[in-house]
C-alpha cells in the first residue's frame, strides 16, 4: 500500500516500457526521498499491455501496489523499430516476475495526460516529472491545462543527442536525433518552448555509462537482495541487445533516474537549445543561443559513484 510521506519529493514518473526504464522504476522505488505520485505509459519502446503487465507485476513483488498508473493511447510520430518494442516481453517470464499475481482491477488506471495533470494539479506542493521516453503525454497534459506549468518543480528527460551523434538510424534520417525525442518530434518541440525547469540526460553522458559485465558481476554477488535478483535478470536480458544497427545497451534511463538522488555526482551545463520538429533532423536537440529556451544538460557524471550507488540501492 501507498505511504506517504511529508517530506518526499513528490514525482510522476513517465516511461516506455524498455529493461532500463523498469530497472529505472526499481531504483526510484528504492529511493526513500521520493513519493511516486504515478507511473505513465508512453507505448514507444514497448508495446503497452506487456509494458502494464511489467509496472503491475513490479509494483506488486515491491508491494508498492496503491500507486495510479496512466496508459497513453497516442501512438508517436516515427515508431521504434519492432524487434525493440518487442523484446521486453521476457521480463514478464523471468523466474521472479512470471507468478507475480497483479489485480489490474484494483488499481486506477486512466488515460496519462489526465492522471498527469490531475497529479500535478492537486498536489500539495510542485512536482517532479521524470520521463524515460518521449514526452508526449506531459506536452498533451500541459496543452489540456496549461496552468499546471508553474506546479512543476522540475522536469528531467532521458533523451537528446547536443554534442554526438543521436541513435536513430533510419530512412529519410541524418542521424543526429536521439530516440526518445525522435518518436514525437513536434511534442518535443513545443516541450522546450514551455520553458519548464528541465534537465536533459542525453547521449553525450549516457553513453559514458554502458551495462557491462563487471558491474553485473557485482550485482549478482549481492542477489540474496531482491532488488539485486531482479535487477540483475533484467540487465542479463539486454546483454545481446538486437544489432538493428547498435550493439550496446547503456543505462540511459537508470542514469538519468539517479540524478534524482546523487545530482552532485553530474556536471550540469545551461544552455539554450532548439529541437528540430520535422525534416531530415527532426528530433534533433541542437545549440541555439538566442533561443531564450534555456534548459539545464546532464555533461559528465561520476561513474564509481554512480555504479556505487546503484548497487547501494539494490541492496535491498
Ligand atoms: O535512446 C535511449 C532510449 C532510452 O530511454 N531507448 C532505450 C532506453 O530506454 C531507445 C533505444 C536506443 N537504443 C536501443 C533502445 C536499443 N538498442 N534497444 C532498445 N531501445
Ligand atoms: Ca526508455
Known amino acids: 500500500m501507498k505511504q506517504f510521506n511529508d517530506k518526499a519529493k513528490q514525482v510522476i514518473f513517465d516511461h516506455d516500457g524498455s529493461a532500463d526504464d523498469f530497472l ?48 497513453s493511447s497516442f501512438h508517436g510520430v516515427n515508431a521504434f523499430p519492432a524487434e525493440w518494442r518487442a523484446r521486453p516481453k521476457v521480463l514478464n517470464a ?58 512543476i518543480s522540475e522536469v528531467v528527460w532521458m533523451g537528446g543527442a547536443i554534442d554526438v551523434p543521436g541513435n536513430v538510424r533510419t530512412y529519410n534520417h541524418d542521424n543526429s536525433a536521439e530516440w526518445n525525442v525522435f518518436w514525437d518530434p513536434v511534442a518535443s518541440h513545443k516541450l522546450l518552448q514551455y520553458q519548464l525547469p528541465l534537465t536533459l540526460v542525453p547521449l553525450d553522458v ?67 537549445l532548439e529541437i528540430a520538429g520535422k525534416g531530415p533532423n527532426a528530433g534533433q536537440t541542437y545549440r541555439k543561443p538566442g533561443s531564450g529556451q534555456w534548459v539545464g544538460v546532464a555533461r559528465h557524471v561520476d561513474k564509481a559513484c554512480f555504479y556505487n550507488y546503484l548497487l547501494g540501492r539494490f541492496r535491498r
Open 24 to 71: 529505472s522504476l526499481m531504483l526510484l522505488l528504492s529511493m526513500e526521498h521520493v513519493d511516486i505520485a504515478a507511473v505513465t505509459i508512453t507505448p514507444a519502446d514497448c508495446y503497452a499491455e506487456n509494458a502494464l503487465e511489467t509496472t503491475l507485476k513490479i509494483l506488486a513483488l515491491t508491494n508498492k501496489t496503491g500507486i495510479d498508473i496512466g496508459i
Open 206 to 272: 549516457t553513453n559514458h555509462v554502458p551495462v557491462n559485465i563487471a558491474f553485473l558481476k557485482s550485482l549478482a554477488l549481492q542477489s540474496s537482495f531482491l532488488y539485486s535478483n531482479l535487477a540483475g535478470q533484467f540487465w542479463a536480458t539486454t546483454i545481446d541487445t538486437i544489432p538493428s544497427y547498435e550493439y550496446t545497451y547503456f543505462m540511459w534511463d537508470v542514469l538519468a533516474t539517479s540524478y534524482l538522488a546523487i545530482p552532485e555526482a553530474f556536471t550540469i551545463e545551461r544552455t539554450e
Open 94 to 151: 523471468l523466474p521472479l516476475m512470471i507468478n507475480v499475481e497483479t489485480k489490474p482491477g484494483a488499481t486506477r488506471m486512466a488515460e496519462s495526460r489526465n492522471i498527469i495533470a490531475e497529479k500535478i494539479g492537486s498536489a500539495a506542493r510542485p512536482v517532479t516529472v521524470l520521463m524515460t521516453g518521449p514526452c508526449s503525454s506531459l506536452v498533451q497534459a500541459i496543452e489540456d491545462n496549461p496552468g499546471i506549468v508553474d506546479r
